[in-house]
C-alpha cells in the first residue's frame, strides 16, 4: 500500500486549520455580520405559559423574598440622592433640570431606547443620563455598570414604574430595530448558539437546574438584584453573560448592537409596566 505523503499532508493542514478555527472561534467577538438572513424560530412557549412553569417550577420563592427587601431598593435611594447632587463644571445636579425627585421625568423611561440623530443610532436610558452629566452638568459620565451609574439609571427608571413600555421603531429606529432583532438570532462563540435558541425555540424548558426564560418579558424588569450576582445589575450584563455562556467573547456595554438588541427586547415588551427594581435567580 503506497501512502500519498501530499495527501496525508494536505489532510493534516485542515485538521489542523479547524483546530485553530474552533479555538479562535471561541473568542470570537460577538459582533460578527449580524445581517445575515434570519431563520426565526416558532416560539416553544406563550408567555402565560412559561408563568405557569416558572411558578410550578420555583414556587414563589423570588416573591417572598421580594416583599421581605429587594436589596435593590438600597440601590434606588442612593439614585435618588445622586439625582440632586450638584457636579460638573456647570454647578447643577439632574433635579436642576427636571424638577425635585425627578417629577418632570415621569413616563419618560417609557419609551427608551429610541433613535437619537444626533448619534445615527440608538440611544439607551443609560445613554442619555451620561449624555446629559456631559453635555448639561458639565460633568464626568459615569462608568456603565458602575454602582452610582446603575443608582441613577435605576431611580430615573423608577419614575415610571406602573407605566406601559411604549418603544417606538417607526422611521429612522427601523434598521436598528432589524439589526438588534438579526443579532438576537445570530449564531455564535464555540458552542453556535444564539440567544433565540434559547428564549425562543426552548423556553419553558430546562437547561440543568434552570427554566429558561421566554423574551417576553426580558425589558421591564432591569436594572435588577439577582441572586447568582448578588448585586444589582442591568440588562447589558445580562446580554454580556449569555454570549461568555455561547463561549463568544462579550461586547462593550453600550455598544451600538447591544442598544440595537435592547431595543428589540424592548420593543418585544411594549404594553407590559415598568417594575424596577427587578429580583431575579
Not at 434570519?38 to 416560539?43: A, Q, R
Not at 455562556?245 to 424592548?266: C, F, G, H, I, V
Amino acid at each position: 500500500m503506497t501512502i500519498d505523503k501530499e495527501k496525508i499532508i494536505v489532510m493534516l493542514s485542515a485538521v489542523a486549520l479547524l483546530i485553530a478555527s474552533g479555538l479562535f472561534y471561541s473568542y470570537a467577538v460577538a459582533d460578527a455580520n449580524a445581517s445575515d438572513t434570519i431563520k426565526e424560530y416558532k416560539p416553544s412557549v406563550s408567555s402565560q405559559e412559561y408563568e405557569k412553569r416558572y411558578k410550578e417550577f420555583y414556587g414563589n420563592f423570588t416573591e417572598q423574598m421580594a416583599e421581605e427587601g429587594n436589596p435593590a431598593d438600597l440601590t434606588l435611594d442612593d439614585g435618588r440622592d445622586l439625582f440632586s447632587t450638584v457636579a460638573g463644571s456647570k454647578g447643577k445636579s439632574c433635579a436642576s433640570c427636571h424638577g425635585k425627585d425627578g417629577k418632570k421625568l415621569k413616563g419618560a423611561a417609557t419609551s427608551y431606547p429610541k433613535y437619537d440623530a444626533s448619534l445615527k443610532g440608538i440611544k439607551t436610558l443609560a445613554l442619555q443620563i451620561n449624555m446629559c452629566r456631559k453635555n448639561k452638568m458639565g460633568a464626568k459620565p459615569m462608568k456603565y455598570e458602575s454602582y452610582d451609574q446603575l443608582a441613577l439609571d435605576l431611580f430615573v427608571k423608577s419614575l415610571s414604574n406602573g407605566m406601559l413600555i411604549n418603544v417606538s421603531i417607526n422611521g429612522p429606529a427601523r434598521p436598528f430595530y432589524e439589526k438588534g432583532k438579526a443579532f438576537y438570532y445570530k449564531r455564535m462563540g464555540q458552542l453556535n448558539f444564539s440567544c433565540a435558541i434559547c428564549h425562543v425555540k426552548y423556553a419553558g424548558h430546562k437547561a440543568r437546574a434552570n427554566l429558561i426564560s421566554n423574551n417576553r418579558h426580558h425589558a421591564d424588569h432591569w436594572p435588577s438584584y439577582r441572586l447568582k450576582w448578588a448585586k444589582t445589575g442591568s440588562l447589558q450584563r445580562r446580554f454580556r453573560g449569555c454570549t461568555k455562556n455561547m463561549r463568544a467573547k462579550p461586547l462593550p456595554y453600550q455598544s451600538d448592537l447591544y442598544r440595537d438588541m435592547e431595543l428589540y427586547m424592548t420593543y418585544i415588551s411594549n404594553g407590559l409596566p415598568i417594575k424596577v427594581p427587578g429580583f431575579r435567580m
